[in-house]
């Protein structure tokens, strides 16, 4: 089994600021882990991945997470909020199943607030 | 261009009253999977297809019915529906080939059960 756990339900951020998203797994193998972006009224889009390699990955719109094993962790981060970054963020983990498919968990999200 | 799409975006119904939101994708996925979305929860699956002719259920399938006749088609039914099952769904699909759990999905069908 796994699951995924995002501890912050709402973030709110200064325009400009810093921002770090948190996520923790736990699984018992192992996992690709994902970050989607729900922007308001819209379906989740692909914010970036981990699948193997560099442990830092950069994604879209100038966010990036770094996977730390040890931790069972996949923070996301980005250096300078734009206001156009106010959505909700969901972390997930994958692993393999018996179908030959990938199992998705999803976090419960976070809703990151922008304010000017 | 791909994309998965859902079809109401919104809808109002009464108990009981029976419904379908249909799911079409353009991206030959073989994977095509429900999801509801409520505040606090996240996503939680409610049926999955791995391919035509083959469905499963998810975390939370009670109250629903899917079927999978054709590849690129997965309706959601909710034969009697209850206030509970007021929620944002949502339909996504996955490949094969790229087999690393990256999901697509739809933009989403909001529903409220009176």
């Known amino acids: 089994a796994q699951s995924v756990t995002q501890l912050d339900s709402q973030v709110p951020v200064f325009e400009e600021a810093p921002v770090e998203l948190r996520c923790n797994y736990s699984?018992?193998?192992?996992?690709?882990l994902f970050w989607y972006v729900q922007y308001p009224n819209q379906g989740l889009q692909l914010l970036l991945k981990?699948?193997?390699?560099?442990?830092l990955v950069k994604g879209i719109n100038g966010f990036e997470a770094e996977f730390n094993k040890s931790q069972t962790s996949f923070h996301l981060r980005k250096p300078s909020v734009h206001i156009s970054d106010t959505a909700e963020y969901f972390c997930?983990?994958?692993?393999?199943?018996?179908?030959?498919?990938?199992?998705?968990?999803f976090g419960t999200g976070t809703k990151l607030q922008v304010i000017p | 261009e791909a994309q998965v799409t859902q079809n109401p975006r919104y809808l109002i119904t009464v108990t009981g009253k029976k419904l379908t939101v249909t799911c079409s994708q353009n991206?030959?996925?073989?994977?095509m999977s429900w999801y509801r979305q409520d505040p606090g929860l996240g996503l939680r699956q409610i049926y999955y297809?791995?391919?035509?002719?083959?469905?499963d259920k998810g975390d939370v399938p009670e109250g629903y019915k899917v079927s999978r006749k054709e590849k690129r088609n997965f309706p959601l039914i909710l034969e009697s529906p209850s206030p509970n099952q007021t929620s944002l769904y949502f339909c996504?699909?996955?490949?094969?080939?790229?087999?690393?759990?990256?999901?697509?999905f739809g933009e989403g069908s909001r529903l409220t059960v009176l």
């Open positions: 981990y699948l193997s390699g560099s442990t």
């Open positions: 996504a699909s996955m490949g094969r080939t790229v087999n690393t759990g990256e999901l697509f």
């Open positions: 699984s018992s193998v192992s996992v690709y």
């Open positions: 297809s791995m391919n035509v002719e083959v469905t």
């Open positions: 991206m030959n996925h073989e994977y």
């Open positions: 997930a983990v994958s692993r393999r199943d018996s179908g030959g498919y990938q199992k998705v968990t």
